[in-house]
Every structure is written in structure tokens, then in C-alpha cells.
């Protein structure tokens, strides 16, 4: 076994997030994954001129935080749509296509989501955590092998309490950019996934994925699919510091 190959493992869904409490983090570089649609929400934020975004587990906590800081933005949502809470609407939803240069330069947006926010607060004990998604996943890949780490853990975070299709498949997806590592059974299955998938990747998760399936019956949310699914749209590296804001790295 080479000891300088990359350890490759992944978590498939939510119901494994809990067990990450109890695991040693401190050498190991997760990647959160949640295509449809908080960490390619955040990409196409950054890539637009936030100057961070910070994830949040609940509604309270974001309200909390706007209230200490009152020029955050709030954005997010429950059930897919845009949060309404205690009589505050929330400025943003969870669709990127509303994260425009207009609206998020500059800005610190305050984030909470069903699933995406939740993975990637599980992870705050890791030694780095990105935020991942097709649209920057190219210069994921590039920072991963740059930075030489060794222990690298995909994290799905899925929809609701169950795996999600789009998170597996991007997770292969790296996999596949990361050839020469030593690869879980996990990590494996999300590699052959992707493989099995990538030459119509679209078509197959419009009519696999229950998330896509939810946004498409959305009139105003169903573009929101396409877009997220666009290959290195968003060439950043999405990087979650000590703390807990994510900002453009490199």
C-alpha cells in the first residue's frame, strides 16, 4: 500500500451525518455535496461577489444572527421555498439563480437548509471542509490534489432523511478527478454510479431524482435543475473556515 495515496471515503446520505460526532476528523478534507441545491446556491453566490456565506442549522439561529447583524442577507428554505418566519421573509431562497451580482455582492449571506446546512455544520471538526457541487467541481478537485491531503471524505448530504441521486453522482464525479486513490466501498459506488450515468447525466437525474422531480413541478423553481447541473460554471474553491463563514479560497 502507498502510504502517500489519497484515502477516499464517502457518506451516501443523512442518516449517516450523526456518526460523524463521533468520529476524528481533525486529518481528514470533507466535501460536502448538496447539488439540488445549497452548495451550487453557494458557489454561484461567491462567484458572483458574496463576501461569504454562513450556514446555519435553524431558522432561529439565522434570525438570531440578523438581528446582531442587521445587513446580512437571509437566505434558505423549508420545503423548498424561500422562508417565512416570526413575520420576517427571508431575502433569498435556496434557488442560485436568484444569487445575482446584484443582489449578493459584497454581502454576507446567513444560510439555512433542509439538508445542505446540516451537512456541512457536521463536519465543522474536520481539518478543511468545501462545499461542493457540478459547478465548481473541477477546482475542488484541483485544491484537493494541490493540497496533497490524505484523508478525503465525500459528504451526500441527500434530501430529508434519505440519500439523494445528483449528490451521488457528483461525488463520483470527483472520484473520477481524483484517480490513484485508495477508495472505500462507498466512495466506489458513487465512482460506478457517475460512470454508469455521465454520458446523459441530465436526462437521468430528471427522471431519477426525487429532488429534481420536486423542483420541476415547481414552475418558478424547475430551471433550477439545468442550472446545477452545469459542469465548472463556477471555477472556485468554496472553503468553510475555523469560523464557520464560507469564502472563495485561492
Known amino acids: 500500500m502507498n502510504s502517500t495515496s489519497k484515502q477516499l471515503d464517502a457518506l451516501l446520505g443523512p442518516a449517516e451525518l450523526p456518526a460523524l460526532a463521533r468520529r476524528d476528523l481533525r486529518e481528514t478534507v470533507c466535501v460536502v455535496f448538496d ?12 462567484q458572483n461577489g458574496a463576501e461569504e456565506i454562513v450556514p ?18 437571509l437566505g434558505g428554505e423549508r420545503n423548498g421555498v424561500r422562508i417565512s418566519a416570526n413575520g420576517i421573509d427571508f431575502d433569498l431562497g435556496n434557488s442560485p439563480r436568484e444569487y445575482t451580482q446584484g443582489k449578493v455582492r459584497g454581502k454576507t ?14 463536519c465543522a471538526g474536520a481539518k478543511t ?14 485544491f484537493l490534489r494541490a493540497g496533497n491531503y ?13 440519500t439523494a441521486l445528483e449528490d451521488i453522482l457528483a461525488a463520483g464525479a ?8 485508495l477508495i472505500s466501498d462507498p466512495a466506489e459506488a458513487t465512482r460506478r454510479a457517475f460512470a454508469q450515468a455521465k454520458s446523459d447525466l441530465v436526462a437521468i437525474v430528471v427522471r431519477d431524482s426525487e429532488n429534481a422531480r420536486r423542483l420541476l413541478a415547481i414552475p418558478e423553481l424547475r430551471d433550477d435543475v439545468a442550472f ?6 463556477c471555477p472556485l474553491i468554496a472553503k468553510m473556515e475555523a469560523d464557520g463563514g464560507i469564502r472563495r479560497a485561492g
Open 56 to 73: 446555519v442549522g435553524e431558522i432561529s439561529e439565522a434570525l438570531v444572527l440578523r438581528k446582531e447583524k442587521p445587513d446580512v442577507l
Open 174 to 181: 470527483l472520484c473520477e478527478l481524483l484517480p490513484g486513490s
Open 129 to 142: 471542509v468545501l462545499a461542493a457541487s457540478f459547478l465548481n467541481l473541477s477546482a475542488t478537485a484541483e
Open 35 to 46: 447539488v439540488l441545491r445549497a452548495t451550487s446556491t453557494f458557489a454561484t453566490a461567491l
Open 228 to 233: 446545477c447541473l452545469r459542469r465548472d460554471a
Open 109 to 122: 449571506i446567513v444560510s439555512t437548509t433542509t439538508n445542505g446546512t446540516r451537512a456541512l455544520r457536521a
Open 150 to 162: 490524505q484523508n478525503v471524505l465525500l459528504v451526500c448530504a441527500g434530501t430529508r432523511e434519505n
